[in-house]
T-cell receptor, first 114, second 116 residues
Framework: GENVEQHPSTLSVQEGDSAVIKCTYSDSASNYFPWYKQELGKRPQLIIDIRSNVGEKKDQRIAVTLNKTAKHFSLHITETQPEDSAVYFCAASSLNQAGTALIFGKGTTLSVSS | EAGVTQFPSHSVIEKGQTVTLRCDPISGHDNLYWYRRVMGKEIKFLLHFVKESKQDESGMPNNRFLAERTGGTYSTLKVQPAELEDSGVYFC??????????????FGPGTRLLVL
């Protein structure tokens, strides 16, 4: 089955710096890669996702890149702000007819200090 | 639009007791998922309902866990009898169920279960 590795487990940056979180996956059939942000005491929320027919996707300060050949994808946050501090989870899944499970990485705790 | 809700938010029980967790998905969502995060580890898939049917229960750890979704609306996850290793945060998620592309899964706030 699918296995997702996520690095680093913790990341500390200064406000205004960039942050990069990397994930690798094992199943070449995976074709959907969402990123979730979980603030302390709150629910995981989708912040961006990418499908296998796209190499890069951007939404304001957040971007995700996908390299299908190498089976890795990354989250890039530019101009970090204290409110970006949270746990970030990458996930992978492959489509089946009726929806499918997300396989998550272990999470990255991002701390942005001002 | 109301999001996914879960009850209770916290539960502390003793080993051997029974606990039932409830999830109310977003109205109209056919897909309902249960996940669990044990401290410091990844969020792991438990099972997936499509309406009232179990589509995939490959992540259920053992037969002490029983999930139901009668009528295809809310779902319950019962742990009986609970063991220490069942402690963690249990998340429910739902998605619409349009069927042809992978859809966003919306997560609930989770139930924090502590088994003593």
């Amino acid at each position: 089955g699918e296995n997702v590795e996520q690095h680093p487990s913790t990341l500390s940056v200064q406000e205004g710096d960039s942050a990069v979180i990397k994930c690798t996956y094992s199943d070449s059939a995976s074709n959907y890669f969402p990123w979730y942000k979980q603030e302390l005491g709150k629910r995981p929320q989708l912040i961006i996702d990418i499908r296998s027919n796209v190499g890069e996707k951007k939404d304001q300060r957040i971007a995700v890149t996908l390299n299908k050949t190498a089976k890795h994808f990354s989250l890039h946050i530019t101009e970090t702000q204290p409110e970006d501090s949270a746990v970030y989870f990458c996930a992978a899944s492959s489509l089946n007819q009726a929806g499918t499970a997300l396989i998550f990485g272990k999470g990255t705790t991002l701390s942005v200090s001002s | 639009e109301a999001g996914v809700t879960q009850f209770p938010s916290h539960s502390v029980i003793e080993k051997g007791q029974t606990v039932t967790l409830r999830c109310d998905p977003i109205s109209g969502h056919d897909n309902l998922y249960w996940y669990r995060r044990v401290m410091g580890k990844e969020i792991k898939f438990l099972l997936h309902f499509v309406k009232e049917s179990k589509q995939d229960e490959s992540g259920m750890p053992n037969n002490r866990f029983l999930a139901e979704r009668t009528g295809g609306t809310y779902s319950t996850l019962k742990v009986q009898p609970a063991e220490l290793e069942d402690s963690g945060v249990y998340f429910c998620a739902s998605s619409l169920g349009a069927g042809t592309i992978q859809e966003t899964q919306y997560f609930g706030p989770g139930t924090r279960l502590l088994v003593l």
